[in-house]
């Protein structure tokens, strides 16, 4: 094979200008994409996202489930995960196939709960550092929790975070809990914002998909 065949050195080692800048351009770190709505609010998960309520919630469940004799895996764990409490519950009888009502797990579970609130809860690392945020740029913001009124009052109030937050919505004011998007059309609207521009923060399956 002749050397014809072959670019010469010359041109390997000289492209063009428009290839030189071409490849410049290439190798220039790319811009983010601007936001395509400005964040006009912000609804807060609770369980779990600002509370380590969700880890008391295992603890529940394991004593729940021992005291019948079985185990509170992580499977079934992760399915009631973000549902709301009655329809947690109905899975876990549903899924160990229990004797019990909804409402006797639920009034169970509240038992459990009162006696580790006091000691065990805890506000999660990062959620006082945002809310002094939005604090200073006067962003509204409210918790839409699957949890009860009742139990949101008490778990917020517990930790002083109840008067940081403009309003609460839970499962109890819509007609479908999570995963169904309801309760965050719900506080976009009480906030008077679109649903688009309201920032969303989730950290379960079921709320991620609402």
Known sequence: MNSDSHPS????????????????????????EPWARAIRAVA???DG??????????????TILSRRGKKFTGELR???MGLP??????????WEQLADTVDGLAEESDEIFAGLLP????????????????????????????????????VLGTVQLLDRMDFVV?????????????????AARRMGVSAESMLVLEDSHHGCRA
């Open 9 to 32: 050195e010359s041109t390997q080692a000289h492209d063009s200008p428009a290839r030189q800048h071409l490849a410049s351009d290439n190798q220039r770190p790319q811009s983010p």
């Open 44 to 46: 807060f998960d609770m």
């Open 49 to 62: 996202l600002m509370v380590n309520t969700e880890q008391l919630y295992n603890e529940v469940g394991q």
């Open 78 to 80: 992760k399915k009631m």
């Open 85 to 94: 409490g009655r329809q947690a519950f109905a899975l876990m009888i549903e």
């Open 119 to 154: 000691h065990k809860l805890e506000i999660l690392h990062g959620l006082e550092t945002l809310l002094d945020f939005l604090d200073q740029i006067s962003l509204p913001r409210c918790v839409a929790t699957s949890s009860s009124h009742r139990f949101a009052a008490e």
């Open 170 to 186: 839970t499962a109890e004011d819509v007609e479908h809990g999570k995963p169904a998007p309801d309760i965050y059309l719900t």
